[in-house]
């Protein structure tokens, strides 16, 4: 069974960064692309950040842009999601995703089973 592992969120003030990781369990995982999707309360899940499996194309929501950065380490088979300045309305649930083809799937093959980032003002 695929498992993807969330870690990191957190409680952080505006302008405050973090760092989410995913860790995934199987080793065909490193050839997928990775990403990471966001539900805030009472919204629809929405795409945050994407990056190939290779690592040499990232792809960004544009109210992140400038502010996340999305990497990985295939030898840890780990997607990483830096957040910086963060705001209020980046307050959500944060998914791990996987599959072979983002960001052009909007429901990707594989979740994650989500880490809360809450940012106070």
């Known amino acids: 069974q695929v498992q993807l592992v969330e870690s990191g ?3 952080v003030q505006v302008g405050g960064s973090l760092r989410l990781s995913c860790a995934a369990s199987e080793a065909r995982l490193k050839i997928y692309d990775k990403g990471w999707f966001r539900q805030a309360p009472g919204k629809e899940r929405e795409f945050v950040a994407a990056i190939s499996w290779s690592g040499g194309s ?8 400038g502010r996340f950065t999305i990497s990985r380490d295939n030898a840890k088979n780990t997607v990483y999601l830096q957040m910086n300045s963060l705001k209020p309305e980046d ?13 052009k799937n909007p429901v990707p093959a594989y ?7 809450t940012v106070s003002s």
């Open 111 to 117: 979740w994650g089973q989500g880490t809360q980032v």
């Open 58 to 65: 990232t792809y960004y929501a544009d109210s992140v842009k």
């Open 91 to 103: 307050t959500a649930v944060y998914f791990c995703v996987a599959d072979g083809d983002l960001p």
């Open 9 to 11: 969120g957190g409680l």
